[in-house]
Each structure stands twice: as structure tokens, then as C-alpha cells.
């Protein structure tokens, strides 16, 4: 039941109680179960409205979006990766800076065949936290690999690198692949130093991009790049800002995305049970006027139009959600897709014909699920995929996207680098 909802069920309960009693009590006196009931619904909107008034000011509204300081940290060492299943030294937390300052809490992960193949060593080496990552053998193997493939991972808002799923989803990638992957945790978050704000995941991002590229020496044609939920928008704005250098991944992969946060909050319910703004939507003006309050506005459909038209040699955009994500609706997704694919096609039509330019670009599965598919010039394919299950979370740790980073590193084909 939505806030507003509640509150008019409040005022009904009021009237009907005013009518049946009107012969036996005074109008003014509401029966005696209708107070702790009307109580009751009091108490959530008071709640509500103080959660609205507090997100109008930067300094909670960041605390709210990001949930940075919500973590594990207490009983999770993030410092021993053994804990979640991982080889001694198959990971490597070490910390990277960016340019502003700051430093950031980060995990290298090596593949479990290029492991395996370095096991004595690896074994025989110190575990923990490196304050020199450079001189580990881990980074050796990454550096000196001029066919390795690296992921980047953007996570999503609250916990830490290693918090909930995510481990789970770096197994799901480097158990029987043979991709290293970076994830770091962005500032403020984990052990990482600072605190969140646009710009800021922006240049962490860009940290980390930067360090694969200039420090361990891997090309990005041999990079991809990959967000779910908040890290979608990271990733979004960290393609943007090397597209506008001319410089393309082998693949940029948007897990649970979102069109911008303003939109995102109208519909946003956290952990699938708390709205946030869409109580409002049946106000336009008061939604339009409480939007005009986010500082960050994370307009990653705008940023997706902008990496297609500026690619020049090669983009794999993937897009997946889960239908029964009950954080994110799908059609946010929809929303990125068709940003995008406007951008490919040079031309912004009009809901009807567009919904019809998709569907013949469209396989619908009996569930209910899809992948429309489009390709452009440039050697651009744009893919977005409905899977039926995941959820907001654990769709990180389903097949769909580890063939999207196969897709994009071109495994499919026989002429495959």
C-alpha cells in the first residue's frame, strides 16, 4: 500500500467511523479502534516525510543514495579473500590513487586456469594486503600477459568490494575463464578513503581504467568495462569520458542499469519494500519540485548516446535486467536501450515507431523475455537481454552476463584475438 494510499484509507476510516456513530456518540469522537489504527498509519508517513525532508540536503541525500557507510567491515576481513572461497593469493588487495587524492580499496583477481599454471609460486608467496603491488606475482602475470583479458567491476550502492553476492559474481567470471578481474571499492566505501559524490565515483572509476592501461600495460581493446545497478552509471560516465578521447573497450556491460537518478527515485524501492519518490508521482508538481532537490543526477541514458556516437571503430553494448527485479524496473533498461539505439540509427522517433523499429530487431522468448539486438556502423552492436530470473542482485551471478564479457572479447568467432 502506497503512502498516499494509506492516507486516504486514514481520512475514509474517519468518515465511515463519523457516520455509523452519528446516533451514538458525538461526530467529533472517532470509535475507539479507529484511533490506534489511524496511529498506526501515522507513524510510517511521519517517518516518510521526515526521510524526504532530511534527503533534501546534500549531506544526507548521499548518505541515503549511496549507503556508503553500510557495510561488513566488523566481522568481514576484506584482506583475507580466502574467506569467500578463494585460492591463497589467487586475490591481491592492494590500493590504487586517483587523481584528486584519494586512495582506493582494491582486488585482483586472477583466473583459475592462469592460476594454476603459477601455483607453486603463488602458494609460496606472502598473502594479504600488498603495499607494493608491482613487485607481487600476481601483477607480474597480469603485466607480462600480452593476451590477457581484464573486466573492471563497478558495484552497485552500500557494503564493500567483497559485501553479499559480489565475490560470488568474480567466482562466476574467473573459476573456468581465463579473465583477470579488478574490482575496487569507490571512495568512501570499504576501506577506501573520502567520501561519494558524482564527480567523484567518476574519477574513481577513471582510476582504475587508468591503472589498467598505463600501469599493467593491458590495452583497452582488451578491457571491459562492467556496472551493475549504481557501478552501471560509473560505468556509463567512465566510457563517456574515454570515448570522447577516442579510446574504445573490447565491451562495456550495464547490469540492472537506470535512465538517471531523478527518474530512478520515481520508481526506485529499496530492497524491493521501501519506496522512495513514487508515493509522489500522483502530485506531478511535488515529485518535478522534490526531484529538483538530487545533486547527483547520473544521466546515463544521455552518456550512452553519446559512447555511440562518438565510436569509430568497435562497441559491444549489453544491457541485461532481470524481469522480476523488484528494485529496478526493466523498462529503465528499456529507457538506456533506446537511447542508445537512437544514437546508432540517427534518428529519434516517436514512441509507436519505435516500439515498432524494436520489435523487428526483437526475439520474445514464451516467457515473456527478449533480446533485441542492433548493429550500426563502426562495427557497433547494441544487445539488450530480459532475463526471467536474479532479481536486482544475483542476476550478477547468472550465465547471461558472463557470455556478454565473452561476446564482447569476441569468443564467439573463430578469428577470436
Request: glycine residues 6%.
Amino acid at each position: 500500500m502506497t503512502l498516499p494510499t494509506c492516507m486516504r484509507y486514514a481520512v475514509d476510516l474517519f468518515r465511515q467511523a463519523d457516520t455509523a456513530s452519528s446516533a451514538m456518540a458525538p461526530a467529533s469522537h472517532p470509535p475507539r479502534w479507529a484511533i490506534p489504527l489511524v496511529a498506526g498509519l501515522a507513524a510510517p508517513i511521519g517517518l516518510y516525510m521526515t526521510f524526504i525532508f532530511l534527503g533534501a540536503f546534500p549531506f544526507f541525500q548521499r548518505h541515503f543514495l549511496y549507503a556508503h557507510k553500510i557495510n561488513t567491515l566488523f566481522w568481514h576481513d576484506v584482506n583475507k579473500p580466502e574467506y569467500w572461497g578463494f585460492a591463497r593469493n589467487q586475490v591481491t588487495p592492494f590500493s590504487l590513487d586517483t587523481a584528486d587524492g584519494e586512495s582506493l580499496f582494491a582486488w585482483h583477481i586472477l583466473p583459475l586456469p592462469t592460476y594454476l599454471r603459477n601455483e607453486d609460486k603463488l602458494q609460496a608467496a606472502p598473502a594479504g594486503f600488498s603495499k607494493d603491488f608491482a613487485a607481487t606475482e600476481s601483477f607480474k602475470i597480469l603485466h607480462d600477459d600480452p593476451k590477457a583479458r581484464l573486466v573492471i567491476c563497478f558495484h552497485g550502492n552500500a557494503g564493500h568490494v567483497a559485501q553479499g553476492f559480489r565475490p560470488g559474481s568474480y567466482h562466476t567470471l574467473t573459476d573456468t575463464s581465463t579473465y583477470h578481474v579488478l574490482a575496487i571499492d569507490y571512495r568512501g566505501f570499504g576501506k577506501s578513503t573520502g567520501a561519494p559524490n558524482e564527480a567523484g565515483l567518476i574519477n574513481d572509476g577513471t582510476a582504475a581504467v587508468d591503472w589498467a592501461i598505463n600501469v599493467a600495460k593491458v590495452p583497452p581493446s582488451r578491457i571491459v568495462i562492467m556496472g551493475q545497478s549504481l557501478g552501471t552509471a560509473v560505468t556509463s560516465a567512465v566510457a563517456e569520458h574515454y570515448a570522447m578521447q577516442g579510446i574504445e573497450f573490447a565491451g562495456v556491460i550495464l547490469v540492472a542499469g537506470f535512465s538517471n537518478l531523478p527518474t530512478l527515485l520515481s520508481r526506485y524501492t529499496a530492497g524491493g519494500v521501501i519506496p522512495v519518490l513514487s508515493p509522489m508521482r500522483s502530485i506531478p508538481p511535488l515529485l518535478r519540485f522534490v526531484q529538483s532537490f538530487i545533486v547527483d543526477k547520473w544521466r546515463s541514458s544521455d552518456r550512452l548516446s553519446t559512447v555511440v556516437g562518438l565510436t569509430r571503430t568497435r562497441l559491444r553494448l549489453s544491457l541485461i535486467h532481470a524481469k522480476n527485479d523488484m528494485e529496478i524496473p526493466y523498462s529503465e533498461t528499456d529507457t538506456l536501450f533506446r537511447s542508445a539505439a537512437s544514437s546508432l540509427i540517427g534518428s529519434d522517433l516517436d514512441d509507436e515507431d519505435f516500439a515498432e523499429w524494436k520489435k523487428q530487431n526483437t526475439v520474445l522468448r514464451e516467457d515473456g523475455t527478449f533480446v533485441a539486438e542492433v548493429k550500426g556502423d563502426h562495427d557497433v552492436i547494441i544487445r539488450e537481454e530480459l532475463v526471467p530470473y536474479g532479481g536486482h542482485n544475483d542476476v550478477m551471478l547468472s550465465s547471461p552476463v558472463a557470455l556478454a564479457v565473452m561476446r564482447s572479447f569476441g569468443l564467439h568467432s573463430e578469428d577470436a584475438p
